[in-house]
């Protein structure tokens, strides 16, 4: 069993930078990939980004290049640096724990946090 508390959500101008962290209990977390997902009111849960144990890296195309995920395997927690933020960031990013693999794909996530929200100002 994993449980998973997401931290570092907020209000923040366009522009600027957020980070998130999610820590994980359990002593397997070394072995989980891990991922970020989000959802924006009256939409779909959609994918962020996620990190495989080994440090392999997947992304969705929309925040590529702004936002990097990492993770520190003695410390039981993922994080994600989200840069040049922009109004349609705003949602409520979850993070997600799997046993085998990263994927993009919600219903592949064994482990679920109760999110964390983040506003961006126009």
């Known amino acids: 069993q994993v449980q998973l508390v997401e931290s570092g959500g907020g209000l923040v101008q366009a522009g600027g930078s957020l980070r998130l962290s999610c820590a994980a209990s359990g002593r397997t977390f070394s072995t989980y990939a891990m991922g970020w997902f989000r959802q924006a009111p009256g939409k779909e849960r959609e994918f962020v980004a996620a990190i495989k144990w080994s440090g392999v890296t997947i992304y969705a195309d929309s925040v590529r290049g702004r936002f990097a995920i990492s993770r520190d395997n003695a410390k039981n927690t993922v994080y994600l640096q989200m840069n040049s933020l922009k109004p349609e960031d705003t949602a409520v990013y979850y993070c997600?724990?799997?046993?085998?693999?990263?994927?993009?794909?919600?219903?592949?996530?064994?482990?679920w946090g109760q999110g964390t929200q983040v506003t961006v100002s126009s």
């Open positions: 997600a724990a799997r046993r085998v693999g990263v994927s993009s794909s919600h219903n592949d996530y064994d482990y």
